[in-house]
């Protein structure tokens, strides 16, 4: 964590003094005055289209935060998980904030930004009426799935619940909503965006959320200026609470993930509270 | 037992090829589940499916004309849907229709909620039994019809009533004559009650799909479940060709 916060300075420090021997993206932004970022326009409530057909959501957000920074104006490009990697590799966007999971196959191929900014892990949906509370509660009980999912094994054998899988998420809620399950395990950012919607008004996501798995905005390879500037504005954003407000302003609950990381770095900087 | 068990970890060791469902006990519990789930599906189907050729065939003859309809609407209405589309149809579309409550514990609460009164095995047992039953009507049909008319008229004359003609005398020759269509469309159905993961019934694909998905070992047990199937159905054949043996009458059908 030092390593990242001296990081973090350096970055500070870097973009403050804006000098730089090559020109690289941040000076084609500057150039350009527009900034280019992918986002997701499907999948609310994270990037998804409004009435008007604008593409609003909690990264759309974050990436006016940093058109601000750089003074530019905000171009959003709609991507879709499986071309964000080569638009960005092919320069039609400049940055990509679209809910892509941070592994090590893609850091091969696009610049992850460290820290990670947001997370999303296992979860359950259920009715609100069964009160259920722990993971070990859906021992012996019918859960939907989807097939193939990873933690399909796991809600099974640790937790002893009856997985029933179907080939898709529509078939898996159908059956949800018919009773054939008490719960639905999936990506806890899926069920956030369902739960959002007033067909699921009597449904909750009870449970704390398990192996989360981490988020990351990436920039084109060998950007590093511009890396290190996002750096500084990820911490920022855990730091100032940025991600927590967009949270519950777009209607989630806090994720924990959102939680622990601006713990984390008020504990590293606590005069930020005064 | 061990020693097989250490002798599939070290081919995967060696080689690559990575048989979870021998040396991983979770695994080779869930695959024989789904074998026994598959049998047990396919057994039950057999037998309604032919339960309902056997009646509707015999409805086809009735002297009434609505029974006819009524059967020649099912068959129609099975033959020409694919056995999939039956399948969602089914679970998704009717079975909301009948409803029940459980009460489900959960933690020291119980839980009363309305759940569906058939499960996904009944409906998968209810939609394939019809789609072969469906095929069943026309095999048996088939047979009923190559009954020579003077066979039947030998019966008449000998003052034997309709249904004692059909028991001893059109259905036992119909069967014979008909054996080998009807174990086509039996060896059909053994494989059609793949399709049944589609509406999460625990059966041999649908336990495989979940060991390849957690295993990544795809091609491995893609291989396992065709020579699976190639056996499930082998002792299919062997059972009904010893069936067609048993029941040859000398001289008949040559």
Redesign the interface.
């Given at each position: 964590m030092k390593k990242l916060f001296t990081g973090v300075c350096v970055a500070a420090a870097l973009s403050l003094s804006g000098q730089a021997a090559l020109a690289d993206v941040l000076d084609d932004i500057a150039e350009r005055g527009v900034l280019r970022v992918g986002v997701k326009a499907d999948y609310p409530p994270y990037g998804y289209l409004d009435e008007a057909g604008n593409i609003v959501g909690i990264e759309p957000a974050l990436a006016q935060d940093v058109a601000d920074l750089l003074g530019v104006e905000l171009e959003l490009i709609p991507v879709v998980s499986s071309n964000r990697m080569q638009f960005l590799e092919q320069g039609r966007i400049d940055l990509m904030i679209a809910t892509m999971t941070d592994r090590n196959d893609r850091r091969e191929v696009v610049q992850i930004v460290d820290p990670n900014y947001y997370s999303s892990g296992t979860n359950i949906l259920a009715?609100t009426?069964?009160?259920?509370?722990?993971w070990?509660?859906l021992d012996?009980?019918p859960v939907?799935g989807i097939?193939?999912?990873?933690y399909?094994?796991k809600t099974e054998?640790e937790f002893g619940a009856e997985?029933?899988?179907?080939?898709g998420t529509a078939?898996a809620l159908?059956?949800l909503q018919?009773?054939?399950c008490?719960a639905f395990v999936y990506d806890d950012s899926f069920l956030i965006s369902r739960l959002s919607e007033p067909e699921w008004a009597d449904y909750e996501m009870p449970l704390q959320t398990i192996d989360d798995a981490p988020w990351g905005l990436a920039v084109a390879l060998g950007e590093d200026r511009f890396a290190e500037l996002m750096s500084g504005m990820i911490v920022n954003w855990h730091l100032s609470g940025r991600i927590l407000a967009l949270e519950t302003e777009y209607g989630v609950d806090n994720t924990p993930f959102a939680e622990r990381m601006h713990q984390l770095f008020l504990d590293i900087n606590p005069s930020i509270e005064r | 037992m061990d020693g097989i068990e250490a002798w599939f970890l070290d081919l995967y060791h060696t080689t690559g090829i990575n048989l979870t469902i021998v040396y991983d006990a979770?695994d080779r519990e869930r695959f024989l589940w789904g074998l026994l789930n598959t049998v047990i599906l396919s057994v039950i189907c057999l037998v309604f499916s032919v339960i309902i050729g056997i009646i509707g065939a015999w409805l086809l003859g009735a002297r009434h004309a609505i029974p006819r309809r009524i059967v020649q609407a099912y068959v129609q209405f099975f033959r020409n849907t694919p056995p999939l589309v039956q399948m969602y149809f089914f679970f998704?579309a009717l079975?909301?229709m009948f409803?029940t409550t459980v009460e489900?514990?959960?933690?020291q609460?119980v839980?009363v909620?309305?759940?569906?009164l058939l499960?996904?095995f009944h409906w998968a047992v209810i939609s394939l039994s019809f789609f072969a039953g469906a095929f069943n009507v026309e095999i048996f049909r088939s047979g009923i019809e190559a009954v020579p008319r003077s066979t039947i008229e030998a019966a008449e004359a000998l003052g034997m009533s309709r249904w004692q003609i059909y028991r001893d005398v059109i259905l036992p020759l119909a069967f014979r004559i008909c054996l080998p269509a009807l174990n086509n469309n039996l060896v059909n159905l053994v494989k059609t009650t793949t399709l049944a993961?589609?509406?999460?019934v625990p059966e041999l694909l649908?336990m495989s799909?979940?060991i390849w998905?957690?295993s990544v070992n795809v091609p491995e047990m893609m291989t396992v479940l065709l020579f699976v199937y190639v056996g499930l159905v082998a002792i299919l054949v062997f059972a009904m060709q010893r069936w067609e043996r048993a029941m040859k009458l000398p001289g008949f059908g040559r």
């Open positions: 009715p009426a069964a009160g259920l509370t722990e070990e509660q012996g009980l939907c097939q193939g999912a990873f399909n094994r054998e997985i029933v899988a179907f080939t078939e159908a059956a018919q009773g054939t008490v | 979770f998704f079975g909301p409803m489900r514990h959960v933690g609460m839980f909620s309305e759940t569906p499960t996904s993961y589609a509406i999460a649908y799909n979940q998905s957690d």
